[in-house]
């Protein structure tokens, strides 16, 4: 069992940055995958960005491409989300991800294995 708890979301004006963590309990985390996904007040949950085990490889939404940072650190079992050049329509609740395959995350996020509560990120124009 693996429980995933976010933090670092917060109110912040557009062009300014955030960084996100996702903590996760258990001694496995480093054989997950991770990722991101935000889910805006009246529209579905979108993937953000994913990464995978060793943190070699990482994939971004295309609204996030250039601005959005996924990074790991298997040692401290926590996921990270630097977000850079916000936008207002960046707001959404970020919601943190643990799969076994990689493809899931973009493919069928509802395979996923693990989901945390989510975090709040607020940008105001």
């Known amino acids: 069992q693996v429980q995933l708890v976010e933090s670092g979301g917060g109110l912040v004006q557009a062009g300014g940055s955030l960084r996100l963590s996702c903590a996760a309990s258990?001694?496995?985390?480093?054989?997950?995958?991770m990722g991101w996904f935000r889910q805006a007040p009246g529209k579905e949950r979108e993937f953000v960005a994913t990464?995978?085990?060793?943190?070699?490889?990482?994939y971004y939404a295309d609204s996030v491409k250039g601005r959005f940072t996924i990074s790991r650190d298997n040692a401290k079992n926590t996921v990270y989300l630097k977000m850079n050049n916000l936008k207002p329509e960046d707001t959404a609740v970020y919601i943190c991800?643990?799969?076994?395959?990689?493809?899931?995350?973009?493919?069928?996020?509802?395979?996923?294995?693990?989901w945390g509560q989510g975090t709040q990120v607020t940008v105001s124009s």
């Open positions: 991800a643990a799969g076994s395959l990689l493809g899931i995350f973009f493919s069928r996020p509802a395979r996923l294995d693990y």
């Open positions: 258990g001694r496995t985390f480093s054989s997950y995958a």
């Open positions: 990464i995978s085990t060793s943190g070699g490889t990482t």
